[in-house]
C-alpha cells in the first residue's frame, strides 16, 4: 500500500467514535441506549452496515437490531437498502439544526473559501469536544481528498493542531492530564505543558506529519464574540516543502477575526461547555 494511504488510514483509525463519549451516560438495556448504541455503529465511518455487522458493531442482539431497525427506518433516522441499513434523512436534517455548529458554519464558509482560494491549502474549521476536536468544515480539491478529516469525524486532540490548540486552552492541569491518557503511547508531560505555554503565548499550534507523512498543519482561533473564549480553530494543511509559514499564520488569524466579527454581529454563538476560555501563559 502507498505510504500515505496507509498513513491515511492509521489516522482514521485512530479517531473516536462520536458515541463513545457519551454511551456510559445512557443505560444499555434501556430502548433509548439501544437505539444510541445502534445509531453510533455507523461513527466508523461505514455508510451501509448489514443486519450482523450492525448487531456486531452495536453490540445489540440481531432480534433486537431487526426490531428497533424497524422502527427508526419508520421514522426516518436509518434507511434501508439492498445492502443493509444506513443513516436516514432525519439524522441530517436534525444535526443541520444544532444551534452552535449550524450558526458557525453558515457565519465561518464565505471567510474559508476566501482562505481556501488565497493559502492554497486544505481548510478545516474544528470545535472542542472534551479532549477531542469535531469538525464542522472541510475544502479541499480533488488532489487533496484523502488528506485529514471528513466533516462530523473526531479526533484524538493529541494527534491534530486544532486538537492541541484546544487542549492548551483547557481548563488547568486536568487539560494536560486527560491530554496523556487520551494519547496513543508514552507522552512527555514536561514538553507538553511547555508546548501548551507557546501556544499560549503565539496563539497558534502545529503539527508535522503527524498524521499524513509530507504534511504539516497550523491552527488559530477563533474567539467568542466580546469574549476570551476559544469556541473554535481554524486550520490549514500544506506540504511540508512549503516555506510560506509566517504569511499562512497571518492569513489563518485574519480569517479567524472575519469569524470572530460575524458572529459578533449575528448575536454570537451560546457560550457553552464546547468552549475554552484563553488563558495567560505559564
Request: charged share 20%; glycine share 10%.
Amino acid at each position: 500500500m502507498h505510504v500515505r494511504a496507509q498513513a491515511d488510514l492509521e489516522c482514521q483509525e485512530t479517531a473516536t467514535p462520536a458515541f463513545e463519549t457519551s454511551t456510559p451516560e445512557l443505560h444499555a438495556d434501556s430502548v433509548l441506549g439501544k437505539a444510541h448504541l445502534l445509531l453510533g455503529a455507523f461513527s466508523s465511518g461505514s455508510t451501509c452496515l448489514g443486519l450482523t455487522e450492525l448487531s456486531r458493531r452495536s453490540g445489540v442482539p440481531k432480534t433486537t437490531v431487526h426490531r428497533l431497525g424497524s422502527e427508526l427506518v419508520r421514522l426516518g433516522f436509518l434507511a434501508r437498502t439492498a445492502e443493509g441499513y444506513q443513516l436516514g434523512w432525519r439524522i441530517f436534517e436534525l444535526g443541520q439544526l444544532v444551534p452552535g455548529p449550524a450558526r458557525l458554519r453558515t457565519v465561518a464558509q464565505p471567510a474559508l473559501l476566501d482562505l481556501r482560494a488565497v493559502a492554497r491549502a486544505v481548510i478545516h474549521l474544528a470545535v472542542p469536544q472534551g479532549t477531542d476536536c469535531v469538525y464542522l468544515e472541510r475544502l479541499a480539491g480533488r488532489r487533496e481528498a484523502a488528506l485529514l478529516s471528513s466533516v462530523g469525524s473526531r479526533m484524538p486532540g493529541l494527534l491534530t493542531a486544532s486538537g492541541r490548540l484546544f487542549l492548551a486552552h483547557g481548563e488547568g492541569e486536568g487539560a494536560v492530564l486527560d491530554a496523556c491518557g487520551a494519547a496513543p503511547g508514552p507522552t512527555d508531560v514536561a514538553a507538553l505543558r511547555s508546548e501548551f505555554d507557546q501556544i499560549r503565548n503565539r496563539h497558534w499550534a502545529e503539527e508535522r506529519e503527524r498524521c499524513v507523512p509530507g504534511f504539516k498543519t497550523f491552527a488559530v482561533p477563533v474567539m467568542h464574540p466580546g469574549g476570551d473564549r476559544v469556541i473554535a480553530a481554524v486550520s490549514a494543511t500544506v506540504p511540508m516543502a512549503r516555506r510560506d509559514e509566517q504569511r499562512l499564520i497571518h492569513v489563518l488569524w485574519a480569517t479567524a477575526a472575519d469569524i470572530g466579527r460575524g458572529l459578533y454581529r449575528g448575536a454570537a454563538v451560546p457560550r457553552g461547555r464546547s468552549g475554552y476560555r484563553v488563558k495567560a501563559a505559564g
